[in-house]
């Protein structure tokens, strides 16, 4: 009997305890990684982008269309001769502490965000100079016209133009993560509820306007409409699904593939795609050193890969992921699929053969605690033994093939041939910022191709403004790129979120944000 | 006594900085780059190198082993790469969850293992004897996160009787602290009791061997205070040692059902530190385990002069 009263007790304790913390409205969230830093410009990294979002605001945003709309701006205008913009912040911006928002704010946290943005660092290489013209305005000179100075300020791919007291941009070098979150955002962030690898707190900062423009993608009204905001970082899989179940948490932002038809059971619980963006698998090729420095074996690749074969090993719902042959994303207004080669594996087999492929072993390299790599790396080594080229997979954890692929040592000294990877479509998706395209040698991504041609190809598609210009040149990039082979995409693979069904206004922008979401 | 501990204390120092000297080493070794995973995938070499530089990750090894230790000796663990909060900041945030998890983990234990034990040993080739060592091999075999995740499909999601997974601190009410606690602590226990419970079988054994627990019954004590007064006292020494040694199996244990749980405690801090390269956090987090380890088991040694009369230091 005393066994029992005590049971009873102690479960009437806890009922009332979860009583008592639902008093204020509370979006607990499992994010899709951890945050490293708390400084989106410190690089591009997305966990790091999503906090972004959260705590500050940004000039201009994608909409639910991903075209480019004002957010901080009221007004801007353009010379005649396209190379003076002016700026007109909105009235009434106020930071987190309470502090005017300022043209002066605005400048020190574009310079700031400039230095490791690539276009950012492209705005600044053609002569970008601000000038503060009174709190509000302020102005952007160029020494040529440059047609991507919207889409660098709206740009959702980090690192994300986000607005920063000077403060803080000023003192802060961009190498090293800033220590004052006073924010422009929505939400403010709880510094000292901040468990690093566990727990995130944020609520709704008092002292943000939100545009009257519904919300839209990443532009529009951002009405925080719960209090407060947790980002519970559940490293278990299994352990997250179950809480997602029962009820702890509200919103599970990357559901791992294997437990998409355990979730689709779990009641309450709605499955959906994160965005409609997603992530560009790709195969990155190291083509400084054999056996990829041979563009032969490099364009059998090309025949080798079939994205529906790499899908297959890792979901079993063909709408979570496309493999459309393009190095754009599936999604990208400039996506074309001219000059992609079909699948053939005897074509693949023959031009290994004719290529003088000296038999050097391809090293892939295995970050075998991410579930999706570690298939992906399965079946890029049983294609690559098909078509006749020697393998050799290396485990290792995703932080040692970071430091590895900085190597450009032989294969037999350390290098490597193949590391398989999964950037933010957002990257992929026009061939300035694009991450895989980049053919700038020694300045290019990991593989570092080297190509003049798609280079100047990529420096012109900035000076066009016309769509249809800008997509006819990004067809002639991408059969330029079907011949130096610098990389082989294999699909596009849409992240999945889990959440509550009580949960309304959930937006599918290409980064998770939480304005706009409601209790039902 | 005092001149015991004080050696022993003493003696801890270059244990400590041999710990120290070959975490360190085995760190610079190993592979991977925390200024690449900070500047993310689209970075380039330079922007990496550039915070390379800024985090002092591009020094000679002995010139960050010397400064850390420096530092150190201070009880300054350092700034994490990452959070670029202080190494204490970060350990004292983790410090209370794993600490109620073992001690609650080691209570449950105690509680369970030795009367277990005690039962085993007095019960020796008849069926107790036999079930209470099933349930030790089943102890030592089965992992925690197996435990774990079935504890918590039958508790948490079938019976809807305790949560899935965190941690509630216990100033914000012992219920809900017991409540996220008691899930993760029995299965960490299963190895802990079976490990107690075998050594307490057979230190009993041997004990209840002895002439003196044979003039004890003949004097006429019955069962319970033969074994739980007379025996169990006689035959702790080992027990206690086993106590001791096995919480260097908590700490391994602590780390996946950490994980499993969800809880915010050490184990996870020093396994994301690993992961990330954060070489700060995982050079603190070790010497703490390592000074926890080193004073435990001196409390033990202590203990033994409290257990048996005849040990003097």
């Given at each position: 009997m005393k066994l029992h009263l005590l049971v009873a007790s102690f479960l009437a304790a806890s009922v009332a305890f979860a009583g008592a913390a639902s008093a204020e409205s509370i979006l607990r969230i499992k994010p899709?990684?951890?945050?490293?830093?708390?400084?989106?410009?410190?690089?591009?990294?997305s966990m790091a982008r999503n906090y972004g979002y959260m705590v500050y605001d940004t000039l201009f945003a994608l909409d639910a269309d991903l075209k480019i709309q004002p957010q901080m701006v009221e007004k801007w205008a353009t010379s005649s001769d396209g190379k003076i913009y002016t700026f007109t912040l909105r009235d009434g911006l106020k930071f987190s502490d309470g502090a005017p928002i300022t043209a002066k704010d605005v400048i020190s946290s574009l310079k700031r965000w400039s230095v490791n943005d690539s276009l950012g660092q492209q705005m600044m290489t053609n002569g970008a100079t601000f000038v503060e013209v009174d709190n509000r305005t302020f102005t952007l000179s160029l020494s040529k016209p440059w047609g991507l100075v919207l889409d660098a300020l709206g740009?959702?791919?980090?690192p994300v133009p986000f607005i920063m007291p000077a403060r803080v941009a000023d003192a802060t070098p961009p190498t090293t993560p800033v220590?004052?979150?006073?924010?422009?955002?929505p939400f403010m962030f709880l510094a000292k509820e901040w468990v690093p690898g566990a727990k995130l707190a944020f609520v709704r900062n008092p002292n943000y306007t939100p545009r009257?423009?519904?919300?839209?993608g990443l532009a529009g009204g951002k009405t925080a409409k719960m209090d407060r905001v947790e980002w519970v970082i559940i490293p278990d899989q299994q352990t997250a699904l179950d809480a997602l179940g029962k009820g702890?948490?509200?919103?599970?932002?990357d559901l791992s593939a294997d437990l998409i038809p355990l979730a689709k059971e779990t009641k309450g619980v709605t499955v959906a795609?994160?965005?409609?963006?997603?992530v560009a698998q790709q195969i990155r090729l190291?083509?400084?050193?054999p056996p990829f420095n041979n563009v032969k074996i490099r364009e059998a690749l090309l025949y080798a890969v079939n994205g529906d074969d790499f899908l297959a090993a890792v979901i079993s719902?063909?709408?979570?992921g496309k493999a459309c042959?393009?190095?754009?994303?599936?999604?990208?207004?400039?996506h074309t699929e001219a000059g992609f080669p079909s699948p053939d594996l005897e074509t693949a087999k023959k031009m290994v053969a004719e290529s003088?492929?000296?038999?050097t072993p391809a090293v892939l390299l295995d970050a075998t605690e991410n579930a999706n790599i570690h298939a992906f790396v399965t079946v890029a080594d049983q294609l690559l033994q098909e078509i006749g080229i020697k393998t050799k997979v290396e485990a290792m954890d995703w932080a040692t093939v970071t430091s590895r692929r900085a190597s450009k040592e032989p294969v037999d000294a350390g290098g490597w041939s193949i590391f398989i990877s999964g950037p933010g479509g957002l990257d992929f998706l026009?061939?300035?910022?694009?991450l895989g395209l980049?053919?700038?040698?020694?300045?290019?991504?990991?593989?570092?191709p080297c190509d003049a041609d798609i280079e100047a190809m990529r420096a012109s598609f900035a000076d066009l403004t016309n769509l249809d210009e800008r997509k006819a040149l990004a067809e002639k990039i991408q059969l330029r790129a079907l011949q130096t082979v610098p990389y082989i995409p294999i699909a596009t693979q849409y992240q999945i979120r889990t959440y509550r069904n009580?949960?309304?206004?959930l937006l599918t922008p290409p980064a998770p944000v939480y304005w706009n979401v409601e209790r039902k | 006594m005092l001149t015991f501990v004080c050696r022993r204390l003493l003696s801890t120092i270059p244990v400590m900085l041999f710990i120290a000297l070959f975490v360190f080493s085995l760190l610079y070794l190993a592979p991977g780059d925390p200024a690449a995973l900070i500047a993310?995938?689209?970075?380039?070499q330079t922007e990496i190198d550039a915070i390379r530089v800024t985090l002092g990750l591009d020094q000679p090894f002995y010139i960050r082993f010397v400064g850390w230790l420096g530092h150190a000796l201070r009880g300054d663990l350092g700034i994490s790469i990452?959070?670029?909060?202080p190494v204490t900041t970060l350990i004292g945030q983790r410090l209370e969850p794993t600490l109620s998890l073992m001690l609650l983990t080691v209570i449950i234990s105690v509680c369970i293992a030795v009367p277990m034990g005690v039962l085993a040993a007095a019960n020796q080739g008849r069926w107790i004897d036999r079930a209470v060592m099933a349930i030790a091999v089943f102890g030592f075999s089965v992992p925690v996160f197996v435990v774990g995740y079935l504890l918590s499909w039958v508790?948490?999601?079938?019976?809807?009787?305790?949560?899935?997974q965190g941690y509630t601190p216990l100033a914000e009410g012992f219920a809900p602290f017991l409540a996220n606690l008691i899930l993760p602590a029995i299965a960490l226990s299963c190895v802990y009791i079976a490990l107690i419970a075998r050594i307490t079988r057979t230190s009993m054994i041997d004990v209840l061997s002895q002439d003196y627990i044979r003039t004890a019954r003949a004097k006429g004590l019955g069962q319970g205070p033969v074994l739980f007064i007379h025996a169990l006292k006689n035959a702790s020494v080992p027990i206690v040692t086993v106590i001791g040694i096995g919480i260097a199996l908590l700490i391994g244990g602590a780390v996946v059902t950490e994980t499993v749980f969800a809880i915010p405690g050490v184990g996870r801090l020093v396994v994301d530190a690993i992961l990330r390269r954060d070489y700060p956090v995982i050079q603190g987090v070790v010497l703490l385990f390592s000074v926890a380890y080193v004073l435990i088991n001196l409390a033990i040694d202590l203990l033994y002069t409290v257990l048996d009369p005849r040990v003097r230091y």
């Amino acid at each position: 009997m005393k066994l029992h009263l005590l049971v009873a007790s102690f479960l009437a304790a806890s009922v009332a305890f979860a009583g008592a913390a639902s008093a204020e409205s509370i979006l607990r969230i499992k994010p899709s990684g951890d945050v490293k830093a708390l400084d989106p410009m410190l690089g591009s990294d997305s966990m790091a982008r999503n906090y972004g979002y959260m705590v500050y605001d940004t000039l201009f945003a994608l909409d639910a269309d991903l075209k480019i709309q004002p957010q901080m701006v009221e007004k801007w205008a353009t010379s005649s001769d396209g190379k003076i913009y002016t700026f007109t912040l909105r009235d009434g911006l106020k930071f987190s502490d309470g502090a005017p928002i300022t043209a002066k704010d605005v400048i020190s946290s574009l310079k700031r965000w400039s230095v490791n943005d690539s276009l950012g660092q492209q705005m600044m290489t053609n002569g970008a100079t601000f000038v503060e013209v009174d709190n509000r305005t302020f102005t952007l000179s160029l020494s040529k016209p440059w047609g991507l100075v919207l889409d660098a300020l709206g740009k959702a791919g980090a690192p994300v133009p986000f607005i920063m007291p000077a403060r803080v941009a000023d003192a802060t070098p961009p190498t090293t993560p800033v220590t004052d979150y006073t924010g422009s955002g929505p939400f403010m962030f709880l510094a000292k509820e901040w468990v690093p690898g566990a727990k995130l707190a944020f609520v709704r900062n008092p002292n943000y306007t939100p545009r009257a423009e519904p919300a839209s993608g990443l532009a529009g009204g951002k009405t925080a409409k719960m209090d407060r905001v947790e980002w519970v970082i559940i490293p278990d899989q299994q352990t997250a699904l179950d809480a997602l179940g029962k009820g702890e948490i509200d919103i599970n932002e990357d559901l791992s593939a294997d437990l998409i038809p355990l979730a689709k059971e779990t009641k309450g619980v709605t499955v959906a795609k994160q965005d409609d963006i997603g992530v560009a698998q790709q195969i990155r090729l190291n083509t400084i050193k054999p056996p990829f420095n041979n563009v032969k074996i490099r364009e059998a690749l090309l025949y080798a890969v079939n994205g529906d074969d790499f899908l297959a090993a890792v979901i079993s719902d063909p709408s979570l992921g496309k493999a459309c042959k393009s190095f754009y994303t599936c999604s990208s207004p400039y996506h074309t699929e001219a000059g992609f080669p079909s699948p053939d594996l005897e074509t693949a087999k023959k031009m290994v053969a004719e290529s003088g492929y000296d038999g050097t072993p391809a090293v892939l390299l295995d970050a075998t605690e991410n579930a999706n790599i570690h298939a992906f790396v399965t079946v890029a080594d049983q294609l690559l033994q098909e078509i006749g080229i020697k393998t050799k997979v290396e485990a290792m954890d995703w932080a040692t093939v970071t430091s590895r692929r900085a190597s450009k040592e032989p294969v037999d000294a350390g290098g490597w041939s193949i590391f398989i990877s999964g950037p933010g479509g957002l990257d992929f998706l026009e061939p300035v910022g694009h991450l895989g395209l980049r053919s700038n040698c020694e300045k290019a991504w990991f593989g570092w191709p080297c190509d003049a041609d798609i280079e100047a190809m990529r420096a012109s598609f900035a000076d066009l403004t016309n769509l249809d210009e800008r997509k006819a040149l990004a067809e002639k990039i991408q059969l330029r790129a079907l011949q130096t082979v610098p990389y082989i995409p294999i699909a596009t693979q849409y992240q999945i979120r889990t959440y509550r069904n009580d949960l309304s206004g959930l937006l599918t922008p290409p980064a998770p944000v939480y304005w706009n979401v409601e209790r039902k | 006594m005092l001149t015991f501990v004080c050696r022993r204390l003493l003696s801890t120092i270059p244990v400590m900085l041999f710990i120290a000297l070959f975490v360190f080493s085995l760190l610079y070794l190993a592979p991977g780059d925390p200024a690449a995973l900070i500047a993310g995938d689209q970075a380039s070499q330079t922007e990496i190198d550039a915070i390379r530089v800024t985090l002092g990750l591009d020094q000679p090894f002995y010139i960050r082993f010397v400064g850390w230790l420096g530092h150190a000796l201070r009880g300054d663990l350092g700034i994490s790469i990452f959070s670029q909060l202080p190494v204490t900041t970060l350990i004292g945030q983790r410090l209370e969850p794993t600490l109620s998890l073992m001690l609650l983990t080691v209570i449950i234990s105690v509680c369970i293992a030795v009367p277990m034990g005690v039962l085993a040993a007095a019960n020796q080739g008849r069926w107790i004897d036999r079930a209470v060592m099933a349930i030790a091999v089943f102890g030592f075999s089965v992992p925690v996160f197996v435990v774990g995740y079935l504890l918590s499909w039958v508790f948490a999601i079938r019976l809807n009787l305790l949560p899935v997974q965190g941690y509630t601190p216990l100033a914000e009410g012992f219920a809900p602290f017991l409540a996220n606690l008691i899930l993760p602590a029995i299965a960490l226990s299963c190895v802990y009791i079976a490990l107690i419970a075998r050594i307490t079988r057979t230190s009993m054994i041997d004990v209840l061997s002895q002439d003196y627990i044979r003039t004890a019954r003949a004097k006429g004590l019955g069962q319970g205070p033969v074994l739980f007064i007379h025996a169990l006292k006689n035959a702790s020494v080992p027990i206690v040692t086993v106590i001791g040694i096995g919480i260097a199996l908590l700490i391994g244990g602590a780390v996946v059902t950490e994980t499993v749980f969800a809880i915010p405690g050490v184990g996870r801090l020093v396994v994301d530190a690993i992961l990330r390269r954060d070489y700060p956090v995982i050079q603190g987090v070790v010497l703490l385990f390592s000074v926890a380890y080193v004073l435990i088991n001196l409390a033990i040694d202590l203990l033994y002069t409290v257990l048996d009369p005849r040990v003097r230091y």
